[in-house]
T-cell receptor
């Protein structure tokens, strides 16, 4: 099972502020993901990465950006937070083993409230 | 258009009885299915998975059944325990190497003592 960490767990911030949500994993997984989830709704993939210097946009359009400079670290940044960004942000990682279907393991999430 | 549907937003069962959570999908290209459990204010926890080449996978109290012709899968929990109370998400992966998962909206399970 992956050890994956997210900070902060909760964040209340004013409109227009720049924020960075941190995600780190200690299992050496190549693949990492960011999901956004609103209450009662499904998780939507907003960003993913297959490895260092690899980032792709997910299925749900997001104004956030990500970077992958180190294998273990996959931060998400919002340059100017807005109330519409209020949501829960979940980070995940996975490792593909030849012949074995991979499983994504999730961090505890960051609950963001933009006032 | 939702490709993975969990039509029951909530389910309540008595402790010791069976819990059956259902999931329907529309995309025949899905080849791998997973169930996650999520407690409030925590991230989803992987429970059990099944490949499309199988119709059943069992792990302790948890069994997942897959009916490909009906595009339906279900998670059975026997016996149900109060600690199983959580939101359960069904997820599916598209065949062809894409690692992206498509999630349902979840079913909130309450197990009453």
């Amino acid at each position: 099972e992956a050890d994956i960490y997210q900070t902060p767990r909760y964040l209340v911030i004013g409109t227009g502020k720049k924020i960075t949500l941190e995600c780190s994993q200690t299992m050496g997984h190549d693949k990492m993901y960011w999901y956004q989830q609103d209450p009662g709704m499904e998780l939507h993939l907003i960003h993913y990465s297959y490895g260092v210097n690899s980032t792709e946009k997910g299925d749900l359009s997001s104004e956030s950006t990500v970077s992958r400079i180190r294998t273990e670290h996959f931060p998400l940044t919002l340059e100017s937070a807005r109330p519409s960004h209020t949501s829960q942000y979940l980070c995940a990682s996975s490792e593909w083993l030849a012949g074995v279907q991979e499983t994504q393991y999730f961090g505890p999430g960051t609950r963001l409230l933009v006032l | 258009d939702q490709q993975v549907k969990q039509n029951s937003p909530s389910l309540s069962v008595q402790e010791g009885r069976i819990s059956i959570l259902n999931c329907d999908y529309t995309n025949s290209m899905f080849d791998y299915f997973l169930w996650y459990k999520k407690y409030p204010a925590e991230g989803p926890t992987f429970l059990i998975s099944i490949s499309s080449i199988k119709d059943k996978n069992e792990d302790g109290r948890f069994t997942v059944f897959l009916n490909k012709s009906a595009k339906h899968l279900s998670l059975h929990i026997v016996p149900s325990q109060p600690g199983d109370s959580a939101v359960y998400f069904c997820a599916a992966r598209i065949q062809g190497g894409s690692e992206k998962l498509v999630f349902g909206k979840g079913t909130k399970l309450t197990v009453n003592p």
